[in-house]
């Protein structure tokens, strides 16, 4: 089973600043099959990115993935009040799939 | 559009079971398998498994085999999720989810549905 590990748990930020959202995964990820959820309070997720480094339709440029093997990072430039959120990382390459634990982005 | 409506909020007492229904909708329903993925109050998401839902063959993660089943009735595009024997710790949102036909990629899903179980 591969185990993702998301850094740092939580992120204290002001609207207008960047978030850098780490995600770390115990062995490496087969075909880039990375994705980033977010997930506001009392909603299912949402699909961001996938591919590691692809837009889910309708997800504004200022998401954005990078990363391959074992190291993934979702940046989010210039946050908005709406972009204040818990975010995952997910791999789905291999059974079993498996999403980290979360990364909380709040207001500071 | 895509949709997936899940069935409403249930409570339950320890040892009843529970069936949770996943309605299908804007998109043709045996092209796509239906996830699982449960989150406990306050905590992360865990992916349970899914079905196949041309087939119907499911595929459970580790811890939860047993009590758990999925299933579909696929003349009304709908899967569900059974869970018998209940625990105190089954408390949870279960979601069901959708993936993209053609690897495990989740790109939608359901609006989550709360199970309580408390004597």
């Known amino acids: 089973e591969i185990v993702l590990t998301q850094s740092p748990g939580t992120l204290s930020l002001s609207p207008g600043e960047r978030a850098i959202l780490s995600c770390r995964a115990s062995q490496s990820v087969s075909s880039t099959y990375l994705a980033w959820y977010q997930q506001k309070p009392g909603q299912a997720p949402r699909l961001l990115i996938y591919g590691a480094s692809s837009r889910a339709t309708g997800i504004p440029d200022r998401f954005s993935g990078s990363g391959s093997g074992t190291d993934f990072t979702l940046t989010i430039n210039r946050l908005e009040a709406e972009d204040f959120a818990v975010y995952y990382c997910q791999q789905y390459g291999s059974s079993p799939l498996t999403f980290g634990p979360g990364t909380r982005v709040d207001i500071k | 559009q895509v949709q997936l409506v899940q069935s409403g909020s249930e409570l339950k007492k320890p040892g009843a079971s529970v069936k949770v229904s996943c309605k299908a909708s804007g998109y043709s329903f045996t092209n796509f398998a239906v996830h699982w993925v449960r989150q406990a109050p306050g905590q992360g998401l865990e992916s349970m498994g899914w079905i196949n839902t041309d087939t119907g063959k499911p595929t459970y993660a580790q811890g939860f085999t047993g009590r758990f089943v999925f299933s579909l009735d696929t003349s009304v595009s709908t899967a569900y999720l059974q869970i018998s024997s209940l625990k105190a710790e089954d408390t949870a949102v279960f979601y069901c989810?959708?993936?993209?036909?053609?690897?495990?990629?989740?790109?939608?899903w359901g609006q989550g549905t709360l199970v309580t179980v408390s004597s």
């Open positions: 989810a959708r993936d993209d036909g053609r690897t495990w990629l989740i790109d939608y």
